[in-house]
């Protein structure tokens, strides 16, 4: 089992509608968790970054990690055609450890 | 102020020659990360370097790969005798300091084709 699970979509949803996008993990010592944005042909651009469990809130999008379930969500509210692209989430067990990628979910708003 | 570059943006070789890649990371960032990107694969760890400790080499996936960073900056990926594996966009990041409480920030990345 890898470390990081995440479902590679395409995720096709019409504008307006709320994205929710997750990833699993197996080691229970992850404890920082990110969500980078990626546009194709661009790097990735780290998106929120949150600590434990519980949820973080940034203008229409909010971060909820659920420890107990090794479970993270990412949702985006009024999604817009600009939100299209691969979002990863990442995570790593202390602050000076090396981060473990997921492998990314397409993401395309229709418009 | 500028970003991560890296260059070049795209490369294209034959198997069997060797490539090298840079990256320009962001000025007074210590850690600096090299990763590859095959599509379904995600962000693969390759190598890591901070300050003057010694690399973090663990993610190499072979002896064909090696990295140095010159003067704690600007850093070079070489691959010897490419193979057609190798074909991946390779991205490099920099962080003010190493681990997940410092945000990296990733260069757009050189896309290698090794036909």
């Known amino acids: 089992q890898k470390e990081v699970e995440q479902d590679p979509g395409p995720l096709s949803v019409p504008e307006g509608a709320i994205v929710s996008l997750n990833c699993t993990y197996s080691?229970?010592?992850?404890?920082?968790f990110m969500w980078y944005r990626q546009y194709s042909r661009k790097g990735p651009e780290l998106l929120m970054y949150?600590?434990?469990?519980g949820n973080k809130e940034d203008g229409r999008f909010t971060a909820q990690v659920d420890k107990s379930s090794k479970y993270i969500s990412l949702f985006i509210r009024d999604s817009q055609p600009s939100d299209s692209a691969t979002y990863l989430c990442?995570?790593?067990?202390?602050?000076?450890?090396?981060?473990?990628f997921g492998k990314g979910t397409r993401l395309h708003i229709l418009p | 102020g500028a970003g991560v570059s890296q260059s070049p943006s795209n490369k294209v070789t034959e198997k069997g020659k060797d490539v090298e890649l840079r990256c320009d990371p962001i000025?007074?960032?210590?850690?600096l990360y090299w990763y590859r990107q095959s599509l379904g694969q995600g962000l693969e760890f390759l190598i890591y370097?901070?300050?003057?400790?010694?690399?973090?080499k663990s993610g190499l996936p072979s002896d064909r790969f090696s990295a140095e960073r010159t003067g704690g900056s600007v850093s070079t990926l070489t691959i010897q005798r490419t193979q057609q594996e190798d074909s991946a966009v390779y991205l490099c990041?920099?962080?003010?300091?190493?681990?997940?409480?410092?945000?990296?920030?990733f260069g757009p990345g050189t896309r290698l084709t090794v036909l």
């Open positions: 990041a920099s962080s003010l300091g190493s681990g997940s409480a410092n945000e990296q920030f």
């Open positions: 080691n229970s010592a992850f404890q920082y």
């Open positions: 949150t600590y434990s469990s």
């Open positions: 990442a995570m790593s067990a202390g602050r000076d450890d090396k981060i473990i």
């Open positions: 000025s007074g960032h210590t850690a």
């Open positions: 370097f901070q300050g003057n400790s010694a690399p973090d």
